[in-house]
């Protein structure tokens, strides 16, 4: 069963720093992971997609990446600000089935 | 060009009352996917579905049941509803190959009293 772990569960930086949120996993055996974002009160929305092949995908000051054989990924928030502040899950895609960490909640302050 | 469309967006259910949670999406999605919330706590596997006519239990099951009549509606059904399905309700939707990623809809939130 893939069991999926994100840490810190919460973290609180001042606005303009770069940071990093970690996500593991226990099976190797995936065919894609997922970053998205969930504002308080409302549903996800996708940021990075990143194909079991690639190593990292990267989006404006986002970059996620990958590392299947030690069971990690990265998200990397450069030059944060206050708009950043929300909870940030991946989600990792093996068989049929999609599944969530329990997220890392961000608040950036301005 | 609406992606995956939940209704209602929210409500308010007595103990014992049943209630369907709908969703639809219109990208010709083969697989679909129902997650319920609790706060402060990541997406729980309820309900999925790999084509029309075709739906399996994720790893939480219990007090529902799902149909899947055609692509593009997955239909969620609560039976006898008890405080512990108060939670928040997602639908998703992918085209199932691997390689794509998945699209969610805004969300039921569901409360029993």
């Known amino acids: 069963k893939q069991e999926v772990t994100q840490i810190p569960a919460a973290l609180s930086v001042p606005e303009g720093e770069n940071l990093v949120l970690n996500c593991s996993f226990t099976d190797s055996a995936i065919y894609n992971l997922q970053w998205f974002r969930q504002d308080p009160g409302k549903g996800l929305t996708s940021l990075l997609l990143?194909?079991?092949?690639?190593r990292e995908q990267t989006s404006g000051r986002l970059n996620a990446s990958l590392d299947k054989s030690s069971g990690r990924s990265t998200l990397y928030i450069a030059a944060s600000q206050p708009g950043d502040s929300a909870t940030y899950l991946c989600a990792l895609t093996s068989g049929s089935r999609l599944t969530f960490g329990e997220g890392t909640q961000l608040t950036v302050n301005p | 060009n609406a992606g995956v469309t939940q209704t209602p967006k929210f409500r308010i259910l007595k103990i014992g009352q049943s209630m369907t949670l709908q969703c639809a999406q219109d990208m010709n999605h083969n697989y679909m996917y129902w997650y319920r919330q609790d706060p402060g706590m990541g997406l729980k596997l309820i309900y999925y579905s790999v084509g029309a006519g075709i739906t399996d239990k994720g790893e939480v099951p219990n007090g529902y049941n799902v149909s899947r009549s055609t692509t593009e509606d997955f239909p969620l059904r609560l039976e006898l509803a008890a405080p512990s399905q108060t939670s928040v309700y997602f639908c998703a939707s992918s085209f199932g190959q691997e390689s794509y990623g998945y699209t969610f809809g805004s969300g039921t939130r569901l409360t029993v009293v």
């Open positions: 990143i194909q079991s092949s690639q």
